[in-house]
Structure formats: C-alpha cells, structure tokens
C-alpha cells in the first residue's frame, strides 16, 4: 500500500521569500507523484507531476518540484512567493494501472506582506 | 475541453434528514469517478469511486451512499444524515487509458452543514 506524509500542517513565510514544502511517500511499487492546490471554498487543481523522467518538474505559478526516489520525497518549492498563492497545498502519489490516488493530510501555506 | 459541475453549492440540512449532491462531467467518455469528504482542516477522505456506469467502490463504511446512473453522471445520498456528515464534498474525474496521466480533476465542492 501507499502513503503520503507532508511535513508541515502550516508554512508561514513572508512575501517575495522562498518557500518549500515537504513531502514524503512510502511505497513498494514505481509511483507517479502530483502536487495540488486549494484556495479556499474550491476544488482542488493539479499544480505539476512527475510520470517519468527528469527529476525536477515545473508547474503553474512558478512552482516546481523535485523527485528523490532514494529518499522518497517529493518537495515543492517556489523562490519567491507572492500574497496570492496563500492556499493548501497537497501531495498525492498514484501508481500504474490504479484507480485511487493517495492524498496528504495538505500543508497550509501563509503568505504574509 | 472538460467540465465538472457539482450542486448545490452549499447545504444547510438537519439531522435526519435525506440527502442527494449530484456531480456531472462534460467533454469525456467513461471517465473514472470519485467522491472526496473534506473535514475542516483535515485532508481528503476517499468515499467512494466508480469505474463504469452500476459500478461502485465504498472506501469507507457510512451512511452515505454512491449511484452511477449514467456514464458522467456521479450522486451521493443518504437516508438519514448525522452531524459527523458535515464538511466539504468534492467530486473528481480521471481517465485512465493507453495515455493516462493519472491526475485527477475537481470540481467546486459542496459545503454541507449538518444542524
């Protein structure tokens, strides 16, 4: 079985400072790896993935991430955050030919001016 | 391009009562369906999944209920609402095919209260 582990519940950090945020998954199997995020009182949409390939993935918004399969972990980072992106962040890991995704618990991030 | 739709949008139901959220796609055909609860400040339960019209995975033993009565067309009921049933529902879509990426899609949500 899968699992996904984010570090932190809540991030604060002050606008326009880099912000990263940890993820880490357990596994047996090859895993595809997603970043989401959620403003408040909507849904969820997809922020990047990682299927294969090189390791560093860049999304929407400026973010990124990068796959470390000997750690396991999956970290995004953005290296200047901004008043907007103040939102829950969550990890998730699927594995092929699975119908389910796994989700992390999600990690508050606080942007502050 | 595709489309999810959920309503309502908010619900204000009391304790005992019946409830139905209905979730449709557009722009897909025989999509993977999903229904997520949302506890306040808690991450995403996965309540039940759908891989075909009639077909229903429950993840979690409850007094909810899921029906696929056409192939984008997702609804959650229940017959008699508790207070622990309140939170956010959400429903997604995936395709999973030759050329699946295994990302999922959401919708809006609908905010449930349970008085």
């Known amino acids: 079985a899968q699992s996904v582990t984010q570090l932190d519940s809540q991030v604060p950090v002050f606008e326009e400072a880099p912000v990263e945020l940890r993820c880490n998954y357990s596994s047996s199997v090859s895993v595809y790896l997603f970043w989401y995020v959620q403003y408040p009182n909507q849904g969820l949409q997809l922020l990047l993935k990682y299927l294969s390939g090189s390791t560093l993935v860049k999304g929407i918004n400026g973010f990124e991430a990068e796959f470390n399969k000997s750690q396991t972990s999956f970290h995004l980072r953005k290296p200047s955050v901004h008043i907007s992106d103040t939102a829950e962040y969550f990890c998730a890991v699927s594995v092929a030919g699975g119908f389910k995704t796994i989700f992390g618990a999600g990690t508050r991030l606080f942007v502050k001016a | 391009s595709q489309t999810i739709h959920q309503w309502p949008a908010t619900l204000v139901q009391p304790v005992g009562s019946p409830l139905s959220l209905e979730c449709t796609v557009e722009?897909?055909?025989?999509?993977?369906l999903y229904w997520y609860r949302q506890a306040a400040g808690r991450g995403l339960q996965l309540l039940f999944y759908?891989?075909?019209?009639?077909?229903i995975s429950s993840e979690v033993p409850q007094n909810l209920s899921a029906s696929r009565p056409q192939d984008r067309q997702f609804i959650l009921s229940s017959k008699k609402l508790l207070l622990s049933d309140s939170g956010f529902y959400l429903c997604?879509?995936?395709?999973?095919?030759?050329?699946?990426?295994?990302?999922?899609?959401f919708g809006p949500g609908t905010r449930l209260t349970v008085t």
């Open positions: 722009g897909t055909s025989n999509p993977n």
């Open positions: 759908s891989v075909g019209i009639g077909q």
């Open positions: 997604a879509w995936s395709v999973i095919g030759t050329h699946t990426t295994y990302e999922q899609y």
